[in-house]
């Protein structure tokens, strides 16, 4: 894996925790389609989007 820093290696070291365990799907929710690293890392590991967050803002 590229990326650097310790939020990558937590998450990579919890990949191979639940692949060991057998798990095979896993779900990444609220992650905002702005959100560019995450998106990446998902897709870096054959995630797919199936839902599209997105925050409006409107003034009042």
């Known amino acids: 894996m590229k990326s650097g820093g310790l939020e990558a290696a937590m998450l990579w070291e ?3 925790v639940v692949i ?3 798990i095979r799907k896993a779900e990444a ?3 905002l389609e702005d959100n560019v690293q ?3 890392v998902m897709e ?6 199936y839902k599209r967050y997105r925050i409006y ?3 009042l």
Do not use: D, I, S, T
Request: proline letters at 0%.
């Open 44 to 49: 870096y590991f054959g995630g797919v989007v």
């Open 20 to 22: 060991g365990m057998g």
């Open 29 to 31: 929710l609220w992650v």
């Open 14 to 16: 919890g990949f191979k």
């Open 57 to 59: 803002e409107k003034a």
């Open 38 to 40: 995450m998106c990446r």
